[in-house]
């Protein structure tokens, strides 16, 4: 068990749909990442935050939003959801925001079935 | 930006050897780590490398080349337990410190 929890485990949606991710970092980490797992794109990195503030950007979609709460949970916001969307979306947490030696530490993932 | 290559599959038999060998392109290197994820399940650290040379963890053990870009991980004594896909990542300064993957190597091992 990684400390990072993540829910819902599975969900199943409808295409147009919209959808929220949750996401508890482990305990006294500041850093939070979320990853899509599908399986022709290996994992791609979405967005970062840290302390609440967004960190970095990758490969996320207009239709797709995070934030970072004061708790330090975060929310990942999928929304106008397509067939393609539907992949296992991980969030992952570190204590930092140092590039070296950082390891980052993954929750379960969540299963996203659009239909 | 950045980009990684790796095998796709590898497939060896119990007690063997196997290498799965990562090329990395990044803009700025802080490192190469390796992580291992079962099938469906979160992928978990297995090493980093930061400096050249041989880092070993029991079984594993991952390489590093800075001047070529290339880093490898070694699986020693493998058990059946081990087939999984293995992912080596590297930091790139404009990703934050986010993980950038690469697509991951299967490795089978049958008996």
């Known amino acids: 068990d990684s400390g990072v929890t993540q829910t819902p485990k599975h969900l199943i949606t409808a295409t147009g749909q919209r959808v929220t991710l949750r996401c508890s970092p482990r305990?006294?980490?500041?850093?939070v990442y979320w990853y899509q797992q599908s399986l022709d794109q290996g994992l791609q990195f979405l967005i970062q935050?840290?302390?609440?503030?967004?960190?970095a950007k990758g490969n996320i979609l207009e239709r797709f939003s995070a934030q970072q709460f004061p708790d330090l949970h975060s929310e990942l916001n999928l929304s106008s959801l397509e067939l393609g969307d539907s992949a296992l979306y991980f969030c992952?947490?570190?204590?930092?925001?140092?590039?070296?030696?950082?390891?980052?530490?993954f929750g379960e993932g969540s299963w996203l079935t659009v239909v | 930006g950045q980009s990684l290559e790796q095998p796709s599959e590898v497939t060896a038999v119990e007690g063997a050897i196997v290498q799965i060998n990562c090329t990395y392109q990044?803009?700025?290197?802080?490192?190469l780590s390796w992580y291992q994820q079962h099938d469906g399940g979160a992928p978990t650290f297995l090493s980093y490398?930061?400096?050249?040379g041989l880092e070993e963890t029991g079984r594993f053990s991952s390489f590093l080349s800075r001047s070529d870009s290339y880093g490898y991980l070694l699986l020693q004594e493998l058990q059946m337990k081990d087939s999984a896909s293995y992912f080596c990542?590297?930091?790139?300064?404009?990703?934050?410190?986010?993980?950038?993957f690469g697509k991951g190597t299967t490795l089978s091992v049958s008996s």
């Open positions: 992952a947490s570190s204590v930092g925001d140092r590039v070296g030696g950082n390891t980052i530490y």
């Open positions: 305990s006294g980490d500041l850093s």
């Open positions: 935050y840290y302390n609440g503030e967004e960190r």
């Open positions: 990044t803009s700025g290197f802080y490192g």
């Open positions: 490398n930061a400096l050249d």
């Open positions: 990542a590297v930091r790139d300064i404009q990703a934050g410190t986010a993980l950038i």
